[in-house]
C-alpha cells in the first residue's frame, strides 16, 4: 500500500478513522441522532454539537448487538466520514484498512466487500477483527512477544481473544454479552427505580457512567462504606446534572460540600454504591441474570484451550482496550482477579492500551515493512477477477491460526 490509506475502526459505538499519515484518528459517534426539540432535523457524527437540547435523544444505530444490520444509515455515517466534513477524500484514489467484528457473518462481509469495491471504489481493502490489529499494535510496542490475549471490551459485548504472531486462535475464544451499552442501561433503570425517571436520557446518562463510575478493589468493603452517613461516607458524590442553556455537560462534586448550596435551578443525582455496582456486572454478570463467567475467568478460560506451551506467553501479555476498559480501577482489578486464578508458576502481566488501540495498529498494517504476512490486501482488480472468494481466503483463511 502506498501513503494514500484510510483506516477506518467501524465500532459499534464510534466511527474512528483517519489517514495512515494522521497521528490520531477522528472520533465520531456511528449513530444518527434525532432531538425531540428539532424533530425534523437528523444529526450525523459532529453534528450533535449543533443540537441545543440534548435531553431525550433518539438515535438511530447501524449496528445491533455488536453487527451491522441498518446499511442505509451506515452509509450516510460512511459519506459523512469521507466527505468534507471529517476526510475530504476521493476514495477512488485511496486504499482501505477496515476493522469488523470477530467471526463476523459471511452475508454481512461480503455485503462490504460489495459496498467499498464496487460503490466507493478503493484501490484495494484490507478487512480484519478489531482484536487483531489490536495485537498488531502490542506487538509493534513489545517485538519479543511472541503471543497476546486481547480483552475487547466495547458497545455490545466483550471478547476475549489469545494471538499467536497475530493470528487468532479461534477454538479459545470468548464472548462475554456485557459492554458499554448494557452498563448505561442499567444505570438509567436504577437510577429511574430510586430518584429521577432518566429512561429517555440516555446520552446524559452515558455521560454520568463516564465521569462517576469506578470499578472497586473490595466490592463488599465499599457497600459498607455506602452504609455510613455524613462525611464518613467517601464514595458519595453529587452529579449535577445539566441544564443545556449555560452548561451542556454535568459535572460531579462531592455531596458533603454541596449541601445547602444547591441552587433552586439544578438537578443533582446521588450516587453511592451505583457508582461501583454497574461496573461490577463486567465481573459477575450473574447480578444482573447473565449465565455466563466474569472477564477474570473468561481470561483463565480462553488461555486454558490454548496449548500449553502458548501460557506463560498469553499471561504475561494481556491487553485491555476498548471502551468499559476505560473505568478507573479496571486495570488493577484485572491484574489481581488474573493474579489470584492464574498457576503461580506463571508471570501475570496487564498492558491497558486504550480505545484507539485497533486504529494504531490498522495505521501500522498500512506500512508493509510492520504489519504482519499474512495481512495481505485484495486490490480492486483481484476482486473483480475472483469476488469474494479471494477475500475469504486472505480475510479469513490466513488470519486464523491452526496447529
Same mark, same amino acid.
Given at each position: 500500500?502506498?501513503?494514500?490509506?484510510?483506516?477506518?475502526?467501524?465500532?459499534a459505538?464510534?466511527?474512528?478513522?483517519?489517514?495512515?499519515?494522521?497521528?490520531?484518528?477522528?472520533?465520531?459517534?456511528?449513530?444518527?441522532?434525532?432531538?425531540?426539540?428539532?424533530?425534523?432535523?437528523?444529526?450525523?457524527?459532529?453534528?450533535?454539537?449543533?443540537?441545543?437540547d440534548?435531553?431525550?435523544?433518539? %438515535?438511530? #444505530?447501524?449496528?445491533q448487538?455488536?453487527?451491522?444490520?441498518?446499511?442505509? /444509515? *451506515?452509509?450516510? =455515517?460512511?459519506?459523512?466520514? !469521507?466527505?468534507?466534513?471529517?476526510?475530504?477524500?476521493?476514495?477512488?484514489? %485511496?486504499? #482501505?484498512?477496515?476493522?469488523?467484528?470477530?467471526?463476523?457473518?459471511?452475508? /454481512? *462481509?461480503?455485503? =462490504?466487500?460489495?459496498?467499498? !469495491?464496487?460503490?466507493?471504489?478503493?484501490?484495494?481493502?484490507?478487512?480484519?477483527?478489531?482484536?487483531?490489529?489490536?495485537?498488531?499494535?502490542?506487538?509493534?510496542?513489545?517485538?519479543?512477544?511472541?503471543?497476546?490475549?486481547?480483552?475487547?471490551?466495547?458497545?455490545?459485548?466483550?471478547?476475549?481473544?489469545?494471538?499467536?504472531?497475530?493470528?487468532?486462535?479461534?477454538?479459545?475464544?470468548?464472548?462475554?454479552?456485557?459492554?458499554?451499552k448494557?452498563?448505561?442501561?442499567?444505570?438509567?433503570?436504577?437510577?429511574s427505580?430510586?430518584?429521577?425517571?432518566?429512561?429517555?436520557?440516555?446520552?446524559?446518562?452515558?455521560?454520568v457512567?463516564?465521569?462517576?463510575?469506578?470499578?472497586?478493589?473490595?466490592?463488599?468493603?465499599?457497600?459498607?462504606?455506602?452504609?455510613?452517613?455524613?462525611?464518613?461516607?467517601?464514595?458519595?458524590?453529587?452529579?449535577?446534572?445539566?441544564?443545556?442553556?449555560?452548561?451542556?455537560?454535568?459535572?460531579?462534586?462531592?455531596?458533603?460540600?454541596?449541601?445547602?448550596?444547591?441552587?433552586?435551578?439544578?438537578q443533582?443525582?446521588?450516587?453511592?454504591?451505583?457508582?461501583f455496582s454497574?461496573?461490577?456486572?463486567?465481573?459477575?454478570?450473574s447480578?444482573?441474570?447473565?449465565?455466563?463467567?466474569?472477564?477474570?475467568?473468561?481470561?483463565?478460560?480462553?488461555?486454558?484451550?490454548?496449548?500449553?506451551?502458548?501460557?506463560?506467553?498469553?499471561?504475561?501479555?494481556?491487553?485491555?482496550?476498548?471502551?468499559?476498559?476505560?473505568?478507573?480501577?479496571?486495570?488493577?482489578?484485572?491484574?489481581?482477579?488474573?493474579?489470584?486464578?492464574?498457576?503461580?508458576?506463571?508471570?501475570?502481566?496487564?498492558?491497558?492500551?486504550?480505545?484507539?488501540?485497533?486504529?494504531?495498529?490498522?495505521?501500522?498494517?498500512?506500512?508493509?515493512?510492520?504489519?504482519?504476512?499474512?495481512?495481505?490486501?485484495?486490490?480492486?482488480?483481484?476482486?473483480?477477477?475472483?469476488?469474494?472468494?479471494?477475500?475469504?481466503?486472505?480475510?479469513?483463511?490466513?488470519?486464523?491460526?491452526?496447529?
Amino acid at each position: 500500500m502506498d501513503t494514500k490509506c484510510v483506516v477506518l475502526d467501524n465500532g459499534a459505538y464510534a466511527l474512528k478513522s483517519g489517514l495512515s499519515v494522521d497521528k490520531d484518528p477522528k472520533i465520531i459517534p456511528n449513530s444518527i441522532t434525532r432531538s425531540k426539540s428539532e424533530r425534523r432535523r437528523n444529526f450525523i457524527g459532529n453534528e450533535l454539537d449543533e443540537c441545543k437540547d440534548l435531553s431525550g435523544l433518539y %438515535y438511530l #444505530l447501524p449496528c445491533q448487538k455488536g453487527y451491522l444490520v441498518n446499511w442505509d /444509515i *451506515q452509509r450516510k =455515517l460512511w459519506d459523512y466520514v !469521507f466527505g468534507n466534513d471529517v476526510l475530504g477524500i476521493r476514495t477512488q484514489d %485511496y486504499h #482501505l484498512v477496515l476493522t469488523e467484528p470477530i467471526f463476523n457473518f459471511p452475508s /454481512i *462481509q461480503d455485503t =462490504l466487500n460489495e459496498i467499498f !469495491f464496487e460503490e466507493y471504489k478503493f484501490k484495494s481493502l484490507l478487512r480484519a477483527p478489531a482484536p487483531s490489529f489490536s495485537s498488531v499494535n502490542h506487538s509493534q510496542a513489545h517485538p519479543d512477544s511472541l503471543c497476546c490475549l486481547v480483552v475487547d471490551s466495547g458497545y455490545s459485548f466483550t471478547h476475549v481473544v489469545p494471538y499467536y504472531r497475530s493470528k487468532f486462535i479461534p477454538d479459545a475464544v470468548l464472548r462475554l454479552d456485557v459492554g458499554g451499552k448494557l452498563l448505561t442501561n442499567y444505570l438509567k433503570e436504577i437510577v429511574s427505580y430510586r430518584q429521577l425517571h432518566v429512561l429517555d436520557e440516555t446520552y446524559v446518562i452515558n455521560q454520568v457512567k463516564e465521569d462517576m463510575c469506578y470499578v472497586t478493589q473490595d466490592f463488599y468493603g465499599d457497600m459498607a462504606v455506602c452504609k455510613k452517613r455524613g462525611s464518613a461516607n467517601t464514595i458519595l458524590r453529587e452529579y449535577v446534572l445539566p441544564d443545556f442553556t449555560t452548561r451542556r455537560r454535568g459535572f460531579t462534586c462531592e455531596a458533603a460540600t454541596k449541601a445547602g448550596h444547591q441552587s433552586s435551578d439544578e438537578q443533582c443525582l446521588r450516587l453511592a454504591n451505583e457508582r461501583f455496582s454497574v461496573p461490577e456486572i463486567l465481573f459477575h454478570p450473574s447480578d444482573v441474570g447473565i449465565d455466563q463467567m466474569g472477564i477474570a475467568e473468561c481470561i483463565v478460560q480462553s488461555i486454558s484451550k490454548t496449548p500449553p506451551e502458548m501460557h506463560p506467553h498469553l499471561y504475561s501479555n494481556i491487553v485491555l482496550t476498548g471502551g468499559s476498559t476505560c473505568f478507573p480501577g479496571f486495570y488493577k482489578r484485572v491484574l489481581s482477579e488474573v493474579r489470584k486464578l492464574a498457576p503461580d508458576v506463571f508471570d501475570v502481566q496487564v498492558y491497558s492500551d486504550g480505545v484507539n488501540s485497533a486504529w494504531y495498529g490498522g495505521r501500522l498494517a498500512t506500512n508493509p515493512h510492520k504489519r504482519p504476512k499474512h495481512f495481505v490486501a485484495v486490490s480492486l482488480a483481484e476482486y473483480k477477477e475472483h469476488g469474494h472468494s479471494i477475500c475469504h481466503r486472505q480475510f479469513t483463511d490466513l488470519q486464523t491460526w491452526t496447529p
